[in-house]
């Protein structure tokens, strides 16, 4: 309980979330790469996709996700040419490999900017930098609309606390179990 209280109340709690978030701003890249998880990061990918910083959009989960992805994107106006569909990522430790098994993608060559959650941003980077990848710029949707200025109050760390302890868990985790 002390320890949440510090995180909540002090700005140590921004300290911790700030070492989860290894985001940047978007990049010219060969494929953007929207992992599972929360809807919002399709909306992103397929207005990064508009925005011109990738010819081709690849939406990755678990089979039935995977084709709910699709479709948002497609609500959003990337054509169906242009999206790339993977159907055998359930967790982020699957990703890379599973990406990387689709035609025309070449994970040590190509550049990819990859869209998650900020929070998550720091494990899904570990797990495709383990996994082989050489180029990737990992976005977390705060440059665009613009988190970047918004107040961190107690709130805000009373908020992603959870999201916190969830992170730095499966960081611990997968550390534990060789997968990054």
Not at 79 to 102: E, K, N, W
Request: proline content about 4%.
């Amino acid at each position: 309980m002390l320890l949440h209280l510090i995180v909540v109340f002090t700005p140590v709690g921004n300290l911790l979330f700030d070492g989860l978030d290894v985001s940047e701003a978007p990049a010219k890249a060969d494929l953007i790469l929207c992992l599972g998880g929360q809807s919002i990061r399709v909306i992103h990918a397929a207005e990064l996709y508009h925005l011109g910083y990738a010819p081709k959009v690849v939406v990755s989960n678990l089979e039935c996700k995977a084709d709910e992805m699709r479709d948002l994107a497609l609500l959003c106006g990337v054509p169906d040419d242009r999206i790339v569909v993977d159907r055998c990522s359930q967790t982020t430790r699957d990703h890379p490999a599973a990406i990387a098994a689709l035609e025309g993608v070449d994970f040590q060559q190509q550049r990819f900017l990859i869209v998650t959650s900020n929070h998550h941003s720091r494990r899904a980077a570990a797990c495709f930098r383990h996994g082989g990848y050489r180029n990737i710029i990992m976005y977390g949707r705060k440059y665009l609309t613009g988190e970047l200025k918004k107040p961190r109050n107690w709130k805000y760390r009373f908020l992603m606390f959870p999201r916190a302890v969830y992170e730095y868990s499966g960081l611990l985790t997968y550390w534990l179990s060789g997968r990054i």
